[in-house]
C-alpha cells in the first residue's frame, strides 16, 4: 500500500515537471517531498526499482550518478497509474 502511494508521488512529480524523455533529473532528487520518515527507507529505494523494472521510468548513467526521467512510450499507462486513489 505504502509502496504504491511513494511509486504515485514520485510519477506524479515527475510528471508535474514534465520530465519526459531526454529531460532527466538525478535519482536522489527522487524522494524530496516526501515526509522524513518516508525518505530513506527501504520502501523508496524498492519503488524506484520498480518503476525501473516496469519501465515507467527509463535510466541514464552518467559520470556523477544515475539519471532518470518518465518513459514517454508508457505514458497512458503513468497517467492512469496517477489518476488511480
Known sequence: ??????????????????????????????????????????????AIEQLLKQGLLLSKPTNYGLEVSLNIRKKKEIEEFIKEN
Request: aromatic share 6%; proline share 4%; net charge positive.
Open 1 to 46: 500500500m505504502i509502496e504504491e502511494e511513494i511509486k504515485r508521488f514520485i510519477l506524479r512529480k515527475l510528471a508535474r515537471h514534465r520530465m519526459w524523455m531526454h529531460k532527466h533529473t538525478s535519482i536522489h532528487n527522487l524522494p524530496k517531498g516526501l515526509p522524513d520518515y518516508l525518505r530513506s527507507t527501504k520502501e523508496v529505494k524498492k
